[in-house]
């Protein structure tokens, strides 16, 4: 798995997505079905799906091979990632017959400047966040008109009114298992058979980069391991969700 050329420096050019009206055409369909409508038809060619090689992430890539292997995938490595992270994503890779894999990683020239002692994820995690994993995926997402997030609505307080479409800088972003529950992701791994993330059974509900992810006490919140200790929730990638009453008074 090569590492991927410096993106097109452009967003691929497209109308402008409605997602209100997206989100009214595919009421009531599944999520695999509405990704095999878009990604071999609306969208194909112009949207990628990122991805993080976590605990729930073969669920998502699976509908995507499904649909279409060959639909581009992102990754980001920060270099930080635990080693059975890159080992998984190997093994889902060769599983589900993704032709189209691009990684992408930090730039060493703002490494160098930003975090020569790559320690800056004990001080400054949204800086840390910002220059290994927003930057990068910044880059990687150039090309396309919209890309796929497997974000869920019960993985956090911050992501319960999560829509299944939304824009965020000129982009579509669909996340396709916004309604899902922890009961329909894994009812997906056991009828299709798929492998777990092993870092899964000790604890680990949602993996990011190592330095910054410890284990989850039950009854906390599946996210409670990331960042713990700095009152963060997100690494920057994705913005927490308000609730739909309190977008609706503000609106």
Request: charged share 25%; net charge neutral; with cysteine.
């Amino acid at each position: 798995m090569a590492e991927a050329a410096r993106a097109v420096d452009r967003i691929d050019t497209a109308p402008a997505f409605d997602p209100a009206a997206l989100e009214a055409r595919f009421a009531g369909v599944s999520a695999p079905d509405m990704l095999a409508e878009l990604l071999t038809g609306d969208l194909a060619g112009r949207i990628a799906a990122v991805s993080s090689f976590g605990t729930e992430s073969a669920v998502l890539l699976h509908m995507v091979a499904l649909a279409d292997p060959a639909t581009p995938v992102i990754f980001t490595d920060t270099e930080r990632m635990f080693p059975e992270t890159l080992a998984y994503r190997d093994t889902l890779v060769k599983r589900l017959g993704l032709t189209d894999v691009r990684v992408f990683r930090p730039d060493p020239a703002v490494l160098a400047a930003r975090d020569p002692a790559g320690e800056r994820h004990g001080y400054d995690p949204d800086g840390c966040c910002d220059i290994r994993k927003v930057q990068p995926l910044a880059r990687a997402l150039r090309p396309f008109a919209a890309w796929i997030s497997g974000r869920k609505g019960f993985q956090s307080g911050t992501r319960r009114a999560l829509p299944r479409f939304e824009m965020e800088d000129g982009r579509l972003k669909l996340n396709p298992l916004a309604d899902w529950s922890r009961g329909d992701i894994d009812t997906w791994f056991a009828a299709h058979d798929l492998p777990r993330h092993p870092l899964e059974a000790l604890g680990y509900p949602s993996i990011g980069c190592a330095p910054c992810t410890s284990p989850v006490a039950p009854g906390e919140d599946p996210r409670a391991g990331r960042w713990r200790g700095f009152g963060k929730i997100e690494c920057g990638i994705h913005q927490p969700v308000a609730p739909k009453s309190l977008q609706t008074s503000n609106g």
